[in-house]
Protein backbone atom coordinates (compact mmCIF):
# COMPACT_ATOMS: atom_id res chain seq x y z
CA UNK A 1 0.00 0.00 0.00
CA UNK A 2 2.59 2.27 1.07
CA UNK A 3 4.93 2.59 -2.02
CA UNK A 4 1.43 4.27 -3.15
CA UNK A 5 3.30 7.19 -1.28
CA UNK A 6 5.44 7.18 -4.73
CA UNK A 7 2.99 4.61 -7.47
CA UNK A 8 -0.49 3.95 -6.43
CA UNK A 9 -0.57 3.44 -3.62
CA UNK A 10 -6.64 4.25 11.34
CA UNK A 11 -13.02 10.93 24.07
CA UNK A 12 -14.91 10.21 25.88
CA UNK A 13 -15.64 7.14 27.73
CA UNK A 14 -19.49 7.31 25.98
CA UNK A 15 -17.65 6.14 22.77
CA UNK A 16 -19.25 2.86 22.13
CA UNK A 17 -16.59 0.66 23.11
CA UNK A 18 -13.51 2.18 24.50
CA UNK A 19 -12.32 -0.49 26.62
CA UNK A 20 -8.47 -0.93 25.93
CA UNK A 21 -6.83 -4.66 26.83
CA UNK A 22 -4.20 -4.49 29.57
CA UNK A 23 -1.29 -5.26 26.91
CA UNK A 24 0.29 -8.99 27.76
CA UNK A 25 4.41 -9.24 29.01
CA UNK A 26 6.30 -8.63 25.86
CA UNK A 27 8.93 -11.95 25.52
CA UNK A 28 12.19 -11.17 25.20
CA UNK A 29 12.24 -12.71 21.77
CA UNK A 30 9.31 -9.69 20.97
CA UNK A 31 11.45 -7.04 22.76
CA UNK A 32 14.84 -8.09 20.85
CA UNK A 33 12.53 -8.11 17.48
CA UNK A 34 11.35 -4.38 17.95
CA UNK A 35 14.44 -3.48 18.98
CA UNK A 36 16.31 -4.42 15.70
CA UNK A 37 13.14 -3.53 13.84
CA UNK A 38 13.72 0.55 15.49
CA UNK A 39 17.85 0.24 14.74
CA UNK A 40 16.97 -0.82 10.93
CA UNK A 41 14.28 2.38 10.75
CA UNK A 42 16.55 4.77 11.87
CA UNK A 43 18.87 3.88 8.99
CA UNK A 44 16.28 4.25 6.81
CA UNK A 45 14.29 7.64 8.40
CA UNK A 46 16.22 10.20 6.31
CA UNK A 47 15.61 8.41 2.65
CA UNK A 48 12.29 8.54 2.54
CA UNK A 49 9.05 10.87 1.13
CA UNK A 50 7.38 12.69 3.48
CA UNK A 51 4.46 10.36 4.13
CA UNK A 52 7.22 6.78 4.91
CA UNK A 53 9.03 9.69 7.19
CA UNK A 54 5.79 9.90 8.93
CA UNK A 55 4.62 6.59 9.21
CA UNK A 56 8.70 5.54 10.22
CA UNK A 57 8.22 8.64 13.08
CA UNK A 58 4.70 7.04 14.10
CA UNK A 59 6.07 3.62 14.58
CA UNK A 60 9.65 4.87 17.03
CA UNK A 61 7.05 6.95 18.87
CA UNK A 62 4.69 3.52 19.45
CA UNK A 63 7.69 1.89 20.27
CA UNK A 64 8.68 4.60 23.04
CA UNK A 65 11.97 5.84 21.07
CA UNK A 66 12.84 9.35 23.15
CA UNK A 67 12.08 12.11 21.61
CA UNK A 68 15.27 13.75 21.05
CA UNK A 69 16.29 10.58 19.07
CA UNK A 70 18.42 11.67 15.87
CA UNK A 71 15.88 9.92 13.74
CA UNK A 72 13.05 10.87 14.77
CA UNK A 73 14.25 14.14 14.70
CA UNK A 74 15.21 13.92 11.53
CA UNK A 75 11.25 12.78 10.56
CA UNK A 76 9.87 15.47 12.29
CA UNK A 77 11.84 18.15 10.65
CA UNK A 78 10.66 16.87 7.13
CA UNK A 79 7.29 16.63 8.17
CA UNK A 80 7.35 20.13 9.20
CA UNK A 81 8.79 21.47 6.08
CA UNK A 82 5.54 20.77 4.45
CA UNK A 83 3.58 23.66 6.91
CA UNK A 84 4.05 27.26 6.84
CA UNK A 85 2.15 29.32 9.38
CA UNK A 86 -1.36 28.94 7.91
CA UNK A 87 -1.29 26.23 5.66
CA UNK A 88 -0.57 22.10 4.87
CA UNK A 89 1.25 21.59 1.52
CA UNK A 90 1.92 17.75 0.29
CA UNK A 91 4.33 16.15 -1.08
CA UNK A 92 2.63 14.52 -3.50
CA UNK A 93 -0.50 15.06 -5.08
CA UNK A 94 -3.47 12.78 -6.77
CA UNK A 95 -4.69 11.27 -4.24
CA UNK A 96 -1.46 9.90 -2.72
CA UNK A 97 -1.15 13.22 -0.48
CA UNK A 98 -4.14 11.22 1.63
CA UNK A 99 -1.84 8.66 2.48
CA UNK A 100 0.92 11.42 3.23
CA UNK A 101 -1.32 13.90 5.24
CA UNK A 102 -3.60 10.46 7.17
CA UNK A 103 0.19 9.35 8.19
CA UNK A 104 1.25 13.31 9.05
CA UNK A 105 -1.69 13.64 11.46
CA UNK A 106 -1.03 10.46 13.02
CA UNK A 107 2.34 10.98 13.99
CA UNK A 108 2.14 14.65 15.24
CA UNK A 109 -1.11 13.55 17.77
CA UNK A 110 1.52 11.79 19.41
CA UNK A 111 3.58 14.56 20.09
CA UNK A 112 2.69 17.18 23.49
CA UNK A 113 0.88 19.52 22.07
CA UNK A 114 3.54 21.70 22.49
CA UNK A 115 5.52 20.49 19.72
CA UNK A 116 2.40 20.75 17.07
CA UNK A 117 0.58 23.75 17.27
CA UNK A 118 -2.24 24.21 15.22
CA UNK A 119 -0.52 21.68 12.29
CA UNK A 120 -3.47 18.96 12.94
CA UNK A 121 -6.13 21.61 12.40
CA UNK A 122 -4.38 22.19 8.44
CA UNK A 123 -4.01 17.98 8.32
CA UNK A 124 -7.91 17.49 9.41
CA UNK A 125 -8.81 20.95 6.78
CA UNK A 126 -7.11 19.53 4.02
CA UNK A 127 -8.37 15.42 4.85
CA UNK A 128 -12.06 16.75 5.29
CA UNK A 129 -11.61 18.69 1.95
CA UNK A 130 -10.76 15.73 0.12
CA UNK A 131 -13.59 13.38 0.87
CA UNK A 132 -15.57 12.59 -2.53
CA UNK A 133 -19.23 13.36 -2.57
CA UNK A 134 -20.03 9.11 -1.93
CA UNK A 135 -18.13 9.65 1.97
CA UNK A 136 -15.06 7.82 0.43
CA UNK A 137 -11.66 8.88 -0.62
CA UNK A 138 -9.59 8.06 -3.98
CA UNK A 139 -7.03 9.12 -6.46
CA UNK A 140 -8.24 12.06 -8.26
CA UNK A 141 -8.73 10.30 -10.93
CA UNK A 142 -11.14 8.15 -9.70
CA UNK A 143 -14.89 9.31 -7.80
CA UNK A 144 -15.91 5.47 -6.25
CA UNK A 145 -13.66 5.24 -3.64
CA UNK A 146 -10.55 3.43 -2.34
CA UNK A 147 -10.83 1.16 0.63
CA UNK A 148 -6.78 1.57 1.73
CA UNK A 149 -6.94 5.31 0.72
CA UNK A 150 -10.20 6.06 3.16
CA UNK A 151 -8.43 3.93 5.82
CA UNK A 152 -5.64 6.59 6.19
CA UNK A 153 -7.72 9.42 6.00
CA UNK A 154 -9.74 7.74 8.80
CA UNK A 155 -7.20 6.98 10.93
CA UNK A 156 -5.77 10.66 10.20
CA UNK A 157 -8.66 12.20 10.81
CA UNK A 158 -9.69 10.23 14.19
CA UNK A 159 -6.09 11.01 15.72
CA UNK A 160 -6.88 14.73 14.95
CA UNK A 161 -10.12 14.65 16.76
CA UNK A 162 -8.22 12.51 19.76
CA UNK A 163 -6.10 15.75 19.51
CA UNK A 164 -8.90 18.06 20.03
CA UNK A 165 -9.76 18.99 16.60
CA UNK A 166 -13.57 19.51 15.58
CA UNK A 167 -14.29 16.90 13.09
CA UNK A 168 -18.01 17.51 11.72
CA UNK A 169 -20.00 14.13 12.25
CA UNK A 170 -20.96 14.29 8.93
CA UNK A 171 -17.58 12.96 8.10
CA UNK A 172 -17.75 10.09 9.91
CA UNK A 173 -21.66 9.44 9.27
CA UNK A 174 -20.60 9.83 4.86
CA UNK A 175 -17.34 7.79 5.96
CA UNK A 176 -19.92 4.68 7.75
CA UNK A 177 -22.06 4.94 4.96
CA UNK A 178 -19.60 4.77 1.98
CA UNK A 179 -17.93 1.78 3.49
CA UNK A 180 -21.10 -0.26 4.09
CA UNK A 181 -21.95 0.22 0.56
CA UNK A 182 -18.68 -1.25 -1.15
CA UNK A 183 -19.08 -4.32 1.40
CA UNK A 184 -19.72 -7.69 -0.31
CA UNK A 185 -22.86 -9.46 0.62
CA UNK A 186 -20.41 -11.98 2.35
CA UNK A 187 -18.77 -9.73 4.51
CA UNK A 188 -15.11 -8.67 2.91
CA UNK A 189 -13.99 -5.32 1.25
CA UNK A 190 -11.54 -5.54 -1.67
CA UNK A 191 -9.45 -2.23 -2.84
CA UNK A 192 -12.19 -0.66 -5.38
CA UNK A 193 -15.72 -2.35 -5.34
CA UNK A 194 -16.31 -0.61 -8.97
CA UNK A 195 -13.46 -3.27 -10.28
CA UNK A 196 -14.49 -5.69 -11.19
CA UNK A 197 -12.18 -9.30 -10.84
CA UNK A 198 -10.55 -7.74 -7.49
CA UNK A 199 -9.80 -10.21 -4.78
CA UNK A 200 -11.70 -9.93 -1.30
CA UNK A 201 -8.29 -10.12 1.60
CA UNK A 202 -8.10 -9.65 4.91
CA UNK A 203 -6.15 -6.49 4.55
CA UNK A 204 -8.80 -4.83 3.42
CA UNK A 205 -11.44 -6.02 5.21
CA UNK A 206 -9.13 -5.02 8.00
CA UNK A 207 -9.53 -1.66 6.61
CA UNK A 208 -13.17 -1.96 6.38
CA UNK A 209 -14.35 -3.35 9.81
CA UNK A 210 -11.10 -1.03 11.16
CA UNK A 211 -12.82 2.07 9.59
CA UNK A 212 -16.47 1.19 10.86
CA UNK A 213 -14.84 0.75 14.62
CA UNK A 214 -13.66 3.94 14.89
CA UNK A 215 -16.45 6.18 12.85
CA UNK A 216 -19.18 4.40 15.39
CA UNK A 217 -17.16 5.64 18.43
CA UNK A 218 -17.14 8.89 16.82
CA UNK A 219 -20.69 8.87 15.89
CA UNK A 220 -21.56 7.70 19.39
CA UNK A 221 -19.48 10.79 20.70
CA UNK A 222 -21.21 13.16 18.55
CA UNK A 223 -24.53 11.59 20.05
CA UNK A 224 -23.35 12.13 23.79
CA UNK A 225 -22.55 15.51 23.11
CA UNK A 226 -26.17 16.41 21.17
CA UNK A 227 -27.54 15.33 24.72
CA UNK A 228 -25.01 16.76 26.85
CA UNK A 229 -25.21 20.19 25.02
CA UNK A 230 -26.36 22.88 26.99
CA UNK A 231 -28.42 25.30 24.88
CA UNK A 232 -27.72 28.15 27.47
CA UNK A 233 -24.05 27.21 26.79
CA UNK A 234 -23.62 27.35 23.47
CA UNK A 235 -21.22 29.61 21.81
CA UNK A 236 -22.35 32.38 19.61
CA UNK A 237 -19.39 32.29 17.71
CA UNK A 238 -19.17 30.34 14.63
CA UNK A 239 -17.43 27.05 14.54
CA UNK A 240 -16.84 23.92 17.03
CA UNK A 241 -19.60 21.55 16.40
CA UNK A 242 -23.40 21.99 16.71
CA UNK A 243 -25.94 19.61 17.73
CA UNK A 244 -28.44 20.07 14.83
CA UNK A 245 -26.56 17.32 12.27
CA UNK A 246 -28.72 14.21 12.21
CA UNK A 247 -26.84 10.79 11.41
CA UNK A 248 -27.70 8.98 8.71
CA UNK A 249 -26.06 5.40 9.79
CA UNK A 250 -28.10 3.44 12.33
CA UNK A 251 -25.84 1.91 15.25
CA UNK A 252 -27.47 -1.12 14.06
CA UNK A 253 -26.83 -1.09 10.82
CA UNK A 254 -23.03 -0.40 11.74
CA UNK A 255 -23.04 -3.08 14.17
CA UNK A 256 -24.09 -5.51 11.25
CA UNK A 257 -21.55 -4.70 8.83
CA UNK A 258 -18.71 -4.99 11.54
CA UNK A 259 -19.71 -8.39 12.53
CA UNK A 260 -20.28 -9.79 8.93
CA UNK A 261 -16.81 -8.51 8.60
CA UNK A 262 -15.26 -10.12 11.78
CA UNK A 263 -16.85 -13.41 10.54
CA UNK A 264 -15.19 -13.34 7.07
CA UNK A 265 -11.79 -12.70 8.96
CA UNK A 266 -12.12 -15.28 11.27
CA UNK A 267 -12.89 -17.63 8.05
CA UNK A 268 -9.88 -16.68 6.57
CA UNK A 269 -7.12 -15.36 8.98
CA UNK A 270 -4.30 -17.39 7.92
CA UNK A 271 -0.81 -16.29 7.17
CA UNK A 272 0.37 -19.34 5.64
CA UNK A 273 -2.21 -17.85 2.66
CA UNK A 274 -0.39 -14.52 1.38
CA UNK A 275 -3.15 -14.52 -1.80
CA UNK A 276 -6.06 -13.46 0.54
CA UNK A 277 -3.86 -11.47 2.67
CA UNK A 278 -3.42 -9.13 -0.27
CA UNK A 279 -0.54 -7.15 -1.03
CA UNK A 280 1.73 -7.40 2.45
CA UNK A 281 0.76 -9.48 5.27
CA UNK A 282 1.99 -6.90 7.97
CA UNK A 283 -0.30 -4.11 6.46
CA UNK A 284 -3.20 -6.57 6.64
CA UNK A 285 -1.52 -7.62 10.53
CA UNK A 286 -1.63 -3.63 11.35
CA UNK A 287 -5.33 -3.52 10.34
CA UNK A 288 -6.04 -6.70 12.72
CA UNK A 289 -4.10 -5.36 15.68
CA UNK A 290 -6.29 -1.87 15.11
CA UNK A 291 -10.03 -4.18 15.17
CA UNK A 292 -8.25 -6.44 18.04
CA UNK A 293 -7.62 -3.28 20.03
CA UNK A 294 -10.70 -1.22 19.54
CA UNK A 295 -13.16 -4.55 19.57
CA UNK A 296 -11.18 -5.12 22.61
CA UNK A 297 -11.01 -9.06 21.37
CA UNK A 298 -8.29 -11.43 22.15
CA UNK A 299 -9.88 -13.99 19.94
CA UNK A 300 -10.69 -13.71 15.98
CA UNK A 301 -12.43 -17.02 14.89
CA UNK A 302 -10.62 -19.43 16.56
CA UNK A 303 -7.00 -18.01 16.37
CA UNK A 304 -5.38 -15.79 19.14
CA UNK A 305 -4.89 -12.94 17.03
CA UNK A 306 -1.66 -11.54 18.45
CA UNK A 307 -0.23 -14.63 19.03
CA UNK A 308 -1.01 -15.62 15.38
CA UNK A 309 0.38 -12.42 14.28
CA UNK A 310 3.42 -12.03 16.49
CA UNK A 311 4.88 -15.81 15.38
CA UNK A 312 5.15 -14.87 11.95
CA UNK A 313 6.38 -11.49 12.85
CA UNK A 314 8.95 -12.75 14.37
CA UNK A 315 9.73 -15.41 12.31
CA UNK A 316 10.05 -13.76 9.07
CA UNK A 317 12.38 -10.61 10.31
CA UNK A 318 15.33 -10.07 8.12
CA UNK A 319 18.67 -10.39 9.64
CA UNK A 320 19.25 -6.37 9.07
CA UNK A 321 16.04 -6.26 11.71
CA UNK A 322 13.62 -5.20 8.89
CA UNK A 323 10.82 -6.98 6.97
CA UNK A 324 10.40 -7.49 3.45
CA UNK A 325 7.28 -7.25 1.20
CA UNK A 326 5.53 -5.41 -1.63
CA UNK A 327 5.31 -1.75 -0.76
CA UNK A 328 9.21 -1.66 0.24
CA UNK A 329 10.86 -2.98 3.40
CA UNK A 330 10.60 0.24 5.09
CA UNK A 331 6.37 0.24 5.32
CA UNK A 332 6.48 -3.37 5.98
CA UNK A 333 9.07 -2.38 9.30
CA UNK A 334 6.57 -0.05 10.43
CA UNK A 335 3.30 -2.29 9.94
CA UNK A 336 4.92 -5.36 12.03
CA UNK A 337 6.07 -2.92 14.35
CA UNK A 338 3.24 -0.52 15.00
CA UNK A 339 1.39 -4.64 15.22
CA UNK A 340 3.93 -5.95 17.76
CA UNK A 341 3.88 -2.75 19.92
CA UNK A 342 0.16 -2.89 20.02
CA UNK A 343 -0.33 0.60 18.71
CA UNK A 344 -3.53 1.20 18.60
CA UNK A 345 -4.48 -0.15 22.32
CA UNK A 346 -1.78 2.67 23.02
CA UNK A 347 -3.90 5.05 21.26
CA UNK A 348 -7.07 3.63 23.39
CA UNK A 349 -5.05 4.31 26.37
CA UNK A 350 -3.96 7.65 25.82
CA UNK A 351 -7.73 8.60 25.25
CA UNK A 352 -8.52 6.66 27.98
CA UNK A 353 -6.49 9.07 30.40
CA UNK A 354 -7.27 12.02 28.65
CA UNK A 355 -11.34 11.45 28.92
CA UNK A 356 -11.69 10.33 32.34
CA UNK A 357 -8.77 12.10 33.75
CA UNK A 358 -9.82 15.62 32.36
CA UNK A 359 -13.94 14.88 32.19
CA UNK A 360 -14.33 16.55 35.97
CA UNK A 361 -12.49 19.03 34.95
CA UNK A 362 -14.76 20.80 31.50
CA UNK A 363 -16.02 24.20 32.14
CA UNK A 364 -13.44 24.04 34.79
CA UNK A 365 -15.32 21.60 37.45
CA UNK A 366 -13.53 20.80 40.10
CA UNK A 367 -10.50 22.56 38.94
CA UNK A 368 -7.53 21.89 41.76
CA UNK A 369 -6.74 24.81 43.89
CA UNK A 370 -2.67 23.18 43.36
CA UNK A 371 -2.42 23.87 39.41
CA UNK A 372 1.24 23.21 39.73
CA UNK A 373 0.01 19.50 39.13
CA UNK A 374 -1.98 20.40 35.70
CA UNK A 375 -0.58 19.72 32.40
CA UNK A 376 -2.92 20.40 29.37
CA UNK A 377 -3.63 18.16 26.15
CA UNK A 378 -5.25 18.34 23.26
CA UNK A 379 -6.54 21.79 24.73
CA UNK A 380 -7.96 20.35 27.73
CA UNK A 381 -7.16 19.98 31.17
CA UNK A 382 -5.65 17.24 32.51
CA UNK A 383 -3.77 16.25 36.31
CA UNK A 384 -1.25 13.97 36.76
CA UNK A 385 -2.07 10.31 38.00
CA UNK A 386 -2.01 9.96 41.93
CA UNK A 387 0.36 7.57 43.40
CA UNK A 388 -0.56 5.23 46.02
CA UNK A 389 -3.36 2.84 46.89
CA UNK A 390 -6.25 2.57 45.07
CA UNK A 391 -7.99 2.18 48.67
CA UNK A 392 -7.03 6.30 48.75
CA UNK A 393 -8.29 6.89 44.94
CA UNK A 394 -11.71 5.73 46.12
CA UNK A 395 -11.50 7.83 49.39
CA UNK A 396 -11.38 10.93 47.56
CA UNK A 397 -14.07 10.07 44.63
CA UNK A 398 -16.31 9.10 47.87
CA UNK A 399 -15.62 12.56 49.27
CA UNK A 400 -18.86 14.57 48.67
CA UNK A 401 -16.34 17.47 47.95
CA UNK A 402 -14.78 15.65 45.18
CA UNK A 403 -11.42 17.26 45.62
CA UNK A 404 -8.68 15.55 43.33
CA UNK A 405 -10.97 13.65 41.52
CA UNK A 406 -9.14 14.28 38.61
CA UNK A 407 -5.88 13.06 40.10
CA UNK A 408 -7.62 9.88 41.42
CA UNK A 409 -9.80 8.70 38.48
CA UNK A 410 -5.97 9.16 36.14
CA UNK A 411 -4.55 7.16 39.07
CA UNK A 412 -6.82 4.74 38.70
CA UNK A 413 -6.39 4.61 34.69
CA UNK A 414 -2.93 4.08 35.10
CA UNK A 415 -3.07 0.81 38.17
CA UNK A 416 -5.61 -0.98 36.00
CA UNK A 417 -3.08 -0.88 33.30
CA UNK A 418 -0.25 -1.51 35.19
CA UNK A 419 -1.76 -3.54 37.37
CA UNK A 420 -4.95 -5.15 35.31
CA UNK A 421 -8.10 -6.17 36.48
CA UNK A 422 -6.72 -7.41 40.19
CA UNK A 423 -5.90 -4.11 40.96
CA UNK A 424 -9.38 -3.15 40.68
CA UNK A 425 -10.78 -6.99 41.48
CA UNK A 426 -10.37 -6.31 45.87
CA UNK A 427 -12.88 -2.98 45.58
CA UNK A 428 -15.90 -4.43 43.74
CA UNK A 429 -17.94 -3.98 47.21
CA UNK A 430 -16.92 -0.67 47.78
CA UNK A 431 -17.55 0.24 43.54
CA UNK A 432 -21.17 -1.61 43.68
CA UNK A 433 -22.01 0.96 46.62
CA UNK A 434 -20.87 3.93 44.26
CA UNK A 435 -22.74 3.05 41.41
CA UNK A 436 -25.65 4.62 43.83
CA UNK A 437 -23.68 7.50 44.82
CA UNK A 438 -25.14 10.91 43.82
CA UNK A 439 -22.62 12.23 41.27
CA UNK A 440 -22.71 10.93 38.16
CA UNK A 441 -19.26 11.16 37.65
CA UNK A 442 -18.28 9.09 40.62
CA UNK A 443 -21.08 6.19 38.99
CA UNK A 444 -19.67 6.50 35.82
CA UNK A 445 -15.91 5.79 36.87
CA UNK A 446 -17.52 2.97 39.36
CA UNK A 447 -19.15 1.13 36.23
CA UNK A 448 -15.92 1.79 34.45
CA UNK A 449 -13.89 0.02 37.09
CA UNK A 450 -16.56 -2.70 37.66
CA UNK A 451 -16.34 -3.72 34.02
CA UNK A 452 -12.75 -4.14 33.81
CA UNK A 453 -12.80 -6.69 36.57
CA UNK A 454 -13.32 -9.13 34.04
CA UNK A 455 -15.67 -11.04 36.68
CA UNK A 456 -19.09 -12.02 35.60
CA UNK A 457 -20.29 -11.49 39.80
CA UNK A 458 -20.50 -8.03 38.55
CA UNK A 459 -22.67 -8.60 35.62
CA UNK A 460 -25.94 -7.70 38.08
CA UNK A 461 -24.84 -4.45 39.03
CA UNK A 462 -23.90 -3.31 35.27
CA UNK A 463 -27.33 -4.50 34.12
CA UNK A 464 -28.72 -2.59 37.11
CA UNK A 465 -26.33 0.72 35.84
CA UNK A 466 -27.90 0.69 32.19
CA UNK A 467 -30.70 2.03 33.68
CA UNK A 468 -29.08 5.03 34.88
CA UNK A 469 -31.16 8.19 34.56
CA UNK A 470 -27.48 9.61 33.54
CA UNK A 471 -26.99 8.70 29.44
CA UNK A 472 -22.88 8.50 30.29
CA UNK A 473 -23.01 6.16 32.98
CA UNK A 474 -25.44 3.31 31.24
CA UNK A 475 -23.11 3.55 28.29
CA UNK A 476 -19.76 2.83 30.49
CA UNK A 477 -22.10 0.01 31.74
CA UNK A 478 -22.78 -1.38 28.20
CA UNK A 479 -19.44 -0.93 27.47
CA UNK A 480 -18.26 -3.10 31.00
CA UNK A 481 -21.15 -5.74 29.82
CA UNK A 482 -19.08 -5.86 26.15
CA UNK A 483 -16.17 -5.99 27.54
CA UNK A 484 -16.85 -8.68 30.12
CA UNK A 485 -18.88 -10.91 27.35
CA UNK A 486 -16.81 -10.35 24.78
CA UNK A 487 -19.66 -9.19 22.49
CA UNK A 488 -18.66 -6.21 20.84
CA UNK A 489 -22.15 -6.44 19.17
CA UNK A 490 -24.14 -7.14 22.55
CA UNK A 491 -27.63 -5.87 22.78
CA UNK A 492 -27.64 -1.56 22.95
CA UNK A 493 -30.79 0.67 23.29
CA UNK A 494 -32.25 1.91 20.11
CA UNK A 495 -32.82 4.56 21.54
CA UNK A 496 -30.80 5.66 25.21
CA UNK A 497 -33.61 7.99 26.13
CA UNK A 498 -36.67 5.61 25.92
CA UNK A 499 -37.00 4.16 29.07
CA UNK A 500 -38.77 0.83 27.70
CA UNK A 501 -35.44 0.99 25.16
CA UNK A 502 -33.30 0.74 28.19
CA UNK A 503 -35.68 -2.13 29.83
CA UNK A 504 -35.58 -3.86 26.51
CA UNK A 505 -31.92 -3.87 26.72
CA UNK A 506 -31.60 -5.00 30.25
CA UNK A 507 -33.55 -7.88 29.30
CA UNK A 508 -31.37 -9.06 26.89
CA UNK A 509 -27.82 -8.67 28.61
CA UNK A 510 -30.25 -10.79 31.96
CA UNK A 511 -30.58 -13.61 29.18
CA UNK A 512 -27.05 -13.84 28.08
CA UNK A 513 -26.39 -13.88 31.70
CA UNK A 514 -28.57 -16.36 32.35
CA UNK A 515 -26.48 -19.01 29.71
CA UNK A 516 -23.24 -18.37 31.54
CA UNK A 517 -23.69 -17.29 34.90
CA UNK A 518 -22.61 -20.25 37.73
CA UNK A 519 -25.31 -21.72 39.75
CA UNK A 520 -26.03 -20.81 43.42
CA UNK A 521 -24.62 -22.80 46.15
CA UNK A 522 -27.62 -24.25 46.88
CA UNK A 523 -27.92 -25.24 43.48
CA UNK A 524 -31.63 -23.16 43.29
CA UNK A 525 -31.90 -19.60 41.71
CA UNK A 526 -33.46 -17.07 44.09
CA UNK A 527 -36.71 -16.88 41.95
CA UNK A 528 -37.59 -13.12 44.12
CA UNK A 529 -33.67 -11.66 43.00
CA UNK A 530 -34.39 -12.85 39.93
CA UNK A 531 -37.87 -11.16 39.48
CA UNK A 532 -35.83 -7.51 40.95
CA UNK A 533 -33.66 -7.78 38.21
CA UNK A 534 -33.73 -4.83 35.55
CA UNK A 535 -35.70 -5.85 32.57
CA UNK A 536 -37.27 -8.83 34.38
CA UNK A 537 -41.00 -8.50 34.45
CA UNK A 538 -42.28 -8.92 38.12
CA UNK A 539 -45.61 -11.38 38.45
Not at 13 to 40: E, H, K, M, N, Y
Not at 84 to 90: F, G, R, V
Not at 329 to 336: C, I, K, L, T
Request: proline fraction near 5%.
Amino acid sequence: MFNRFATSGVFWLSAALLATSVPRPACAQQDQAIAAGIQFLRGRASTRPVGESAMIALALLKSDVPFGDPALTACLTKIRSRFSSNSYTPEQTGGVDVYEAGAIAMALANLDPSERGGQLDMIAAFLIGKQKPNGGWDYSSRSFGDTSISQYAVLGLWECENSGVDVPPSVWDRAAQWYMSVQSSAGSWNYHRDQGGEPETVSMTAAGVGSLLICRRQLENYRQFQKGANPYLTPVQTGGLTTDYQVVSSPAAINAAIAKGLGWIGANFNTGNAPVFGKSKYYGLYGIERIGALADRQMIGRLDWFEKGRSHIQSTQAPGGGWSGQFGDEMNSVWALLFLTKSTAKTLKRIEVRKLGAGTLLGGRFLPSDLSTMTVAGGRIISRPMNGAVEGMLDILEDPRIQNADKAVAGMIERYHAQGPSALRPHKDRLRKMLSHRDQGVRQVAAWALGRTGDLDVVPNLIAALLDADADVAATARQGLQLISRRIDGPAAADPTNAQAKQAEAAQWNQWYDLVRPLDASGADDDEADAAKPGRPSS
